[in-house]
């Protein structure tokens, strides 16, 4: 098995976009509360319908998305464990009898050839860490995705309302 040279760019990858969309949420979100908190201050203003209906959907939407974002990362986490179980029992597997095949050489060109083989099966096992890195990074962005899409469906529709 070859080890996975691109895990360490996978990482960094799923934290990147992470990053991006949370940088994202928090100006959106600024912009969002500014709007609401805006009409719920404004001197003498009456609330009309459109007022209410968007004050309600606050605490609609909240609820909504950390149900999503919920499920989001139980199913991600799900699927992470999965995998990278069974990569490990893989990687334990081929290492254990490769070991044993070592332990057992007879000669010397034997013992070199079975180390070498005993060598590359435990390389995979150096980029285990990055995989579990990209992994939790896709945890966090997944996570953050519900919260993300409102605050800029949000943040769009009110700058359109606000025209």
Known sequence: MKPDFFSPLAAWVAWSD???KTAETLL???QVIGHRV???TAPGAAW???????FALMSQEK?????????????QITRANFELGLKAWQNWAAVAAAATSAATSRTTGDSILRYTRLTRAMLPLSGRTSQVIAASG?????ALS???GRATANA??????AR
């Open 156 to 161: 769009r529709r009110l700058r359109k309302k």
């Open 138 to 142: 896709r945890v966090a962005r997944d």
């Open 18 to 20: 992470f990053a991006w």
């Open 146 to 148: 519900p919260f993300h």
């Open 38 to 40: 805006g009409r719920m």
């Open 48 to 54: 009309n319908a459109s007022d209410r209906r968007e």
């Open 63 to 75: 609820l909504e998305a950390a149900s999503e974002s919920a499920l989001s990362i139980a199913a």
């Open 28 to 30: 959106t979100s600024s």
